[in-house]
């Protein structure tokens, strides 16, 4: 059974850090593209930053570049979002995705497989 389990949320006060983990299991990352997906309460489900399969190439939302970073460890069939510097309008219930291609877009549709996501709330 293909699965995706996010961990590594949790409360931070404002200008804090979080590193959030996407472990897959059942299936090997390797050729899969990654995506992290955020929704807030009362809002749309919005992409955050998305990476190929092979890890050469990343995609930002414009609210978090510079401050979120992607990354994946094939070897451990995981992958991460580390995110600093953050803020109160990033609280929002996280999510990865995945789809088997060398790379998508930021866009829910385009992903097949979804994990049950992690809580992430910043406020002081």
């Known amino acids: 059974q293909l699965q995706l389990v996010e961990s590594g949320g949790g409360l931070v006060q404002p200008g804090g850090s979080l590193r959030l983990s996407c472990a897959a299991s059942?299936?090997?990352?390797?050729?899969?593209?990654i995506g992290w997906f955020r929704q807030a309460p009362g809002k749309e489900r919005e992409g955050v930053s998305c990476?190929?399969?092979?890890?050469?190439?990343?995609d930002y939302a414009d609210s978090v570049k510079g401050r979120f970073t992607i990354s994946r460890d094939n070897a451990k069939n995981t992958a991460y979002l580390q995110m600093n510097s953050l803020k109160p309008e990033d609280t929002a219930v996280y999510y990865c995705?995945?789809?088997?291609?060398?790379?998508?877009?930021?866009?829910?549709?385009?992903?097949?497989?979804w994990g049950q996501g992690t809580q992430v709330t910043v406020s002081s």
């Open positions: 995705a995945a789809d088997l291609a060398p790379i998508r877009r930021l866009v829910s549709w385009e992903y097949d497989y």
């Open positions: 059942g299936f090997t990352l390797d050729y899969y593209a």
């Open positions: 990476i190929s399969s092979s890890g050469d190439r990343t």
